[in-house]
């Protein structure tokens, strides 16, 4: 009896022991009701709990009792909580929906306009590596820009063209701060290059329209350069080339780096070798020190600094048409400095806060003929910003900024001075709204007030993207665009208005399986463009009445799987631009707007070899110009521009490349446009002189030797 | 010496203060060597993220959490780029409560090299640097660490097929890592539940380092 008693009592236990545990079970859906496997389900503060299956359903069992938190979770999807009675009697919850995050990963970007060079993985048109391969580029940023949609190369200026707009309409920003002289300053018909070379900056911002609210002073192009973070290690790095050379030190530990360079080039030696069509008195030259540091703080924001003095000049002859001899003595020095700093930190309630200062300083001398021009330039800009996630859909970039410019101008001879400052004030907000991370809608205003011609204005913009396929996503783009005229006008009329411009941008982009198609169409209105009297080198009364417009479209293919060791991407932008700007008088097609304009730019490497060779060719079907025996503004075009370059790179070891390159190998005659003479010969005639390449050929060897502890480091390293 | 010894029994047995955690711990980490599928990986991951999350104080189911991101990026169909942010994400928290670990930096920097080897024409050049100053780091941090050592070894190995140079760097290492390996077997008990991966890594460098 007791035993039976015993048996009972043990076989009720039993079943309370297994009655102890509360068995789950349940389903779990995305928001398309469609079942969503890996799922961590679980009971908040135990180890007890599920992964979802392929068709969204678990079962689990439970000890804990009582009232318990049932948690759902999964990276990239929202966390669900649920409170549970555990009662020991089995529960099937309800069916639960998680709904996806947004995240830069998985969201649509809209790409309407823009070309970003970095790592990252998505929209990315260019990394940071090609800037240097790219042999027509010869180590210039903006060179490798040139072999991107909507820029034209002309080839005696060196600077960035875009869609029909004259290189001072593409503002240039480092960290978001803008650099003024960003070009250095030349003479003659020799091509400039950017002053600040691509090892400084992990990544770019390329956009030829319809770009964000944060970007003023820039009527048809952003470039934004964002500088590099903390270095990885210390070492050395030497660079010896066919035009000069330097040395660059980092220091470098967990929580800063420092980075210390000069560089001295010298064109002389190489010109006094190769047959140069300029007649060079003293080839360009110059020298620059270079700073730039990066330190963790305490708090967990980065602060950045770089600072760079460089100075240089060249002297030269440049004939002029119809008259003999050597022409006009021109003379040149340059002195420039830039600095800038900038602090920024993520916070944990959403906020990103960053704040920033940077000062240009660009001194010009220069002698043409006996004539001595003395030009200085000064731009300080300071900029607030703070972006605010509020959720995965909604996020907001807000910021206020102040520029102050300065510029001087002295024809010392003639004792003419002249000069102005002006005061300019920003704030803007642009807005961005996930609708789904297949549907992004954005939307800025940015307003600006100048003291020098006492404007007040308003940009809005907008744009927005919506993905299509898996890989491809249309975009759309538009809104105001207002800027400042150049300093050497509004020396002359201080009144003088903003020019102003209004994008229109349909993009299409696909991007998968190393495959980027970038195809867009674009529209483009100028207005209060300034004119003048007289002749370009010699503005008189600069008024806004000019107007004008640029459409056109532009295709863009990169592939890098096709073929082993091997990228190549190739480009054809077509531009219809007609503007009434400088000196016209009516509505002309701009001498540095080609209607097509093709390039094709190609790597292949070489692993035995230990090798890379890289080709770029490019080419337009020539530039407008005005010959004055015929009449008509702009009623003429030169022959169509090629350009093959062929460069290689050598690696014999991993801290050491060698690096050969040379331009237009093919010796092709490129002519940019022709100078006329001022008044006709005794026969009628307005002789002229073609303006073309500096040298038929460019030629550079460069070797880049990098030393540290890490024998494996080298200068690829730094990009 | 027997304080000394009393010293590290005590502070093993303060360490192992929780048996449910460690059984928990033990019982998954037992899993690992069973997975064949996506599905199955997700599932242990899931359970060493339930112990990390009713365990915030400790370190390391978030690092075997990763880890397991880790090997199914290379392992299984996923999006490698999303799967090695994760697990960067899993190792940034478990950093927070266990600073300056060797085994999660490792751990960090075998991410790294696989965000390397999804694009490695254009981040190999940048990232490179990134990983072997955090193998770096975990080596300084812990000498006896074989993972460390290996997952070094592997670029290396990596580095001088690129270069076209010999592989006795990394098999030197490689060699160092295995002995370390053979060391740490020796410690190992039942209940040890921190990581001793590194054996597959090991025997990949019999081939090339004979």
Redesign the interface.
Known sequence: MTRQLYFTALFFLIHVAVFSQTGISGKVLDEKNRPLPGVNIFIKGSYDGATSGEDGTFEFDTDAAGTQTLVYQLMGFKSQEFTIACDFSPIVFRDVSLREMITEMNAVTISAGAMQASDASKAVVLKPLDIVTTPSAMGDIIGAFQTLPGTSTVGNDGRLFVRGGDASEVGIYIDGLRVGNAYGSTAGNFPTRTRFNPNLFKGTFFSTGGYSAEYGQALSSALALNSKDISPRSQGDLSLLSLGGGYSHTLSSDKQSITVTGNIFDLGPYQELVKQNIDWERGPHSWDLEMASQKKLADGGLLKVMARTEAGGMKMWQKLPGVEGRGVFIDLDNRYTFAQTNWKKAYENGWTIFTGISYSDNKDDIFYDSVNLQKRSKLLHAKFTGIKDFSDRISANSGIEYIQNGYKEAIIEAQVERDYEDHQFYGFTEWDFYLSKKLVFRSGLRAGHSSLNQETWLDPRASFAYQVSENGQISLAGGTFSQVPTENFRVLNPGLKNVKAKHLILNYLYGGNGRTLRAEAFYKSYDNLVTFDGLPMAPLDPINEGKGFAKGIDLFYRESRLVKNTDFWVTYSFVDSKRQFDQYSSKVQPSFAPKHNFSIVAKHGFESLQSQLGMSFSMNDGYAYTDPNQGEEMNSKTQSFQNLSLSWSYLPKPNLIIHFAVSNVLGRENVFGYQYAQTPNSSGVYESLPSGQAAPRFLLLGVFLTLSKDKTANNLNNL | MLTLALLFMWITFAKASDP?YEK?MAKQIAAIETIQTL?QS??VS??F???A??QPEEWLPLYYAGLLQIEAAFRFDVDQ??AF??AL?YIEKAKKIAPDNSELTALEGYAVMGKIS??P???G??????A??LYNKAISLDRENPRAVLLMAQMELG?SQF???GPEKACGMARMGSELLRKEKEKITESYILPTWGQRLASQFEKVCQ
């Open positions: 449910a928990a599905e997700q599932q899931n359970s993220l339930r112990i999350e009713a780029d999303e942010e994760q994400g999804v694009d024409g254009s981040r050049q940048s990232m490179t640097p990134q072997m100053q580095m270069f076209g140079s």
